[in-house]
């Protein structure tokens, strides 16, 4: 594993050390991360990694964190502690699946424990009515996550999927645009960026190698046509969380590159 001391000399090198005056700009998009990025290291040292980024805001999405492995009220408590202290902001929780109204009311007091004012994930089509019904009377949005699994049809592959089954519900109800997982599954993620516009509420920018094929790749090096995608988000006006997604195993080097070339782009 890199040291604290070289990963920051790499993140100096890369010009990241100056670039959170960038960010100031208005017209510039949020560039984040989404935490599954640093899922091999300890919360502790993923936050000496966003701090050395100068990242302010990520999107929790550890697996530790997801509902199906039951994660207990202390662990968002005390990640929270963690983060207000090192001035990083948790905007958005991702939950994975919610099955029931018991998954509903876990993922709601989860998502407030870290101070979020999104809830990203999946659920059946029955129960999207009731997610809506709850975090709208929470005062929380949620966002539609489009999936891809092997040898497995998933519910909310294309845009069309994903807009079909938020449309009819309230502005509560939008979509957590993952690039990566709509080249996988075929689909043009500037297209689908496009088309998710009016209910985007957060993008997790990630690039793969090619489609029916999980493994990710350095943003701008795959099939993911992440610059245009960018270009889409800038004529949206985007004002959510770009938040980078990278799930080979941790390799800290990977993630200066990764912001480098996303902040680039911003």
């Known amino acids: 594993m890199t040291s604290r001391r070289n990963f920051i000399k790499i993140a100096a090198a890369s010009g990241l050390a100056c670039a959170a005056p960038q960010l100031l700009a208005s017209n510039r998009l949020n560039?984040?991360?989404?935490?599954?990025s640093y899922h091999g290291?300890?919360?502790?040292?993923?936050?000496?990694?966003?701090?050395?980024?100068?990242?302010?805001?990520?999107?929790?999405?550890?697996?530790?964190?997801?509902?199906?492995?039951?994660?207990?009220?202390?662990?968002?408590?005390?990640?929270?502690?963690?983060?207000?202290?090192?001035?990083?902001?948790?905007?958005?929780?991702?939950?994975?699946?919610?099955?029931?109204?018991?998954d509903i009311e876990r993922a709601i007091h989860f998502a407030k424990l870290l101070g979020c004012a999104n809830i990203t994930g999946d659920a059946p089509a029955p129960v999207l009515k009731q997610i809506d019904e709850r975090l709208t009377k929470a005062g929380l949005t949620f966002g539609l996550h489009n999936h891809f699994f092997p040898k497995i049809r998933f519910a909310y592959e294309s845009p069309d999927e994903v807009w079909n089954?938020?449309?009819?519900?309230?502005?509560?109800?939008?979509?957590?645009?993952?690039?990566?997982?709509?080249?996988?599954?075929?689909?043009?993620p500037v297209d689908a960026i496009r088309k998710l516009a009016p209910r985007?509420?957060?993008?997790?920018?990630?690039?793969?190698?090619?489609?029916?094929?999980?493994?990710?790749?350095?943003?701008?090096?795959?099939?993911?046509?992440?610059?245009?995608v960018m270009d889409e988000l800038h004529r949206q006006n985007f004002a959510g969380l770009v938040a980078i997604e990278y799930e080979q195993e941790n390799d800290v080097e990977d993630m200066v590159k990764q912001v480098a070339f996303a902040r680039k782009l911003a």
């Open 31 to 36: 560039i984040g991360i989404g935490t599954y």
């Open 41 to 102: 290291l300890s919360v502790e040292d993923m936050i000496v990694q966003l701090n050395a980024l100068r990242i302010r805001e990520i999107e929790m999405s550890r697996g530790e964190f997801m509902l199906m492995n039951h994660p207990s009220p202390e662990l968002f408590s005390a990640t929270r502690e963690k983060l207000d202290r090192a001035g990083i902001r948790c905007v958005s929780y991702y939950s994975a699946t919610m099955n029931d109204g018991q």
């Open 165 to 188: 089954a938020i449309s009819g519900l309230s502005k509560t109800m939008g979509a957590t645009a993952d690039t990566g997982q709509f080249a996988i599954c075929g689909y043009d």
């Open 200 to 228: 985007l509420r957060l993008v997790h920018l990630k690039d793969v190698k090619a489609k029916d094929d999980e493994e990710n790749v350095l943003l701008g090096t795959g099939i993911a046509r992440i610059p245009a």
